[in-house]
C-alpha cells in the first residue's frame, strides 16, 4: 500500500511570500497525484492533480506542482500568497491500476497567511 | 453538473438516537466514498462502494451501516453512536478505473452528546 508524507505540519509566511509545501509518497509504480485545500470550515478543494504528460502542473488559484519521479515528490508551490491562501492543504496519492479506488492523504499542512 | 450534495449539513443526536446522511451525485460516477474527517486531519476512509455493491470496508463499526440505493445516491445509517464518532463525514465520488478523480461533497457535520 502506497504512504504520503508531507513535511511541513505548519506554515506560517506573510501576504506575498512564496510557498512550497513537500509531498512525497512510497510507491513503487505508477500513481495518481493530488493536492487537496480546505478552506476554513469548508470543504475539500482540489487544487491540482497529475495524471500523466508534462510533469509541471498549473491548477487554480495560482498553485502549482511539479512531480519529480525519481524523487517520489509531488511539491507544491505558489510564488505569492494571499491571505486567502489560509487553509489546511493535503496531498493525496493512488496506486494505478488499482482495484480498490483507494485514495491515500498525507497528515496535511495547515498554511497561515499574515497580513 | 459536476457537484456532490450532502444533507443534513449538521446533525446533533444523541447517543441512542437512529439517523442517516444522505450523499447524492449526477456525474455519472459508479464508484462512491464515505470518509470521516476529523478537524485538521485527513479524511479517513470509511467505505467504498463500486457499481453499488460495497467493495471496502475500512473495519468500520457496525454502528455505522452504509446503504447504495442506487448509482447516484449513498447513505450512512447511524446508530447508537459515541461521542468520539462526532467528526465531518464527507462523500466522495469517481469515476471507476484508472483517472479516479475523487470529487467530494461540502460534507455533513455531526456531534453525537
Known amino acids: 500500500a502506497q504512504s504520503v508524507s508531507q513535511h511541513n505540519h505548519h506554515v506560517i509566511l506573510s501576504e506575498a511570500a512564496s510557498l512550497e509545501l513537500g509531498c512525497n509518497y512510497s510507491?513503487?509504480?505508477?500513481?495518481?497525484l493530488f493536492w487537496y485545500v480546505q478552506y476554513p470550515g469548508q470543504h475539500l478543494q482540489l487544487l491540482l492533480k497529475?495524471?500523466?504528460?508534462?510533469?509541471l502542473v498549473k491548477g487554480i488559484k495560482g498553485f502549482e506542482a511539479e512531480f519529480i519521479k525519481s524523487k517520489f515528490s509531488f511539491n507544491l508551490r505558489k510564488p505569492s500568497v494571499q491571505w486567502s491562501d489560509t487553509a489546511e492543504y493535503f496531498c493525496?496519492?493512488?496506486?494505478?491500476?488499482?482495484?480498490?479506488?483507494?485514495?491515500?492523504f498525507g497528515a496535511g499542512t495547515t498554511v497561515t497567511v499574515r497580513a | 453538473d459536476t457537484e456532490v450534495t450532502q444533507t443534513p449539513k449538521h446533525l446533533v443526536m444523541g447517543m441512542t438516537n437512529k439517523k442517516s446522511l444522505k450523499c447524492e451525485q449526477h456525474?455519472?460516477?459508479?464508484?462512491m466514498y464515505w470518509y470521516k474527517q476529523k478537524a485538521k486531519k485527513p479524511p479517513e476512509l470509511m467505505f467504498v462502494?463500486?457499481?453499488?455493491?460495497?467493495?471496502i470496508n475500512e473495519s468500520v463499526p457496525s454502528r455505522f451501516s452504509p446503504e447504495c440505493p442506487n448509482s447516484s445516491l449513498l447513505n450512512l445509517h447511524l446508530h447508537a453512536l459515541q461521542p468520539e464518532d462526532s467528526a465531518l463525514y464527507l462523500c466522495?465520488?469517481?469515476?471507476?478505473?484508472?483517472?479516479?478523480?475523487?470529487?467530494f461533497g461540502p460534507g455533513t457535520r455531526l456531534t453525537v452528546l
Open positions: 493525496a496519492v493512488n496506486a494505478i491500476p488499482s482495484n480498490d479506488y483507494k485514495l491515500s
Open positions: 466522495a465520488s469517481s469515476q471507476v478505473g484508472t483517472y479516479n478523480e475523487q470529487f
Open positions: 497529475y495524471f500523466s504528460g508534462d510533469p
Open positions: 510507491y513503487g509504480g505508477t500513481v495518481n
Open positions: 462502494y463500486s457499481y453499488e455493491k460495497l467493495s
Open positions: 456525474m455519472g460516477h459508479r464508484a
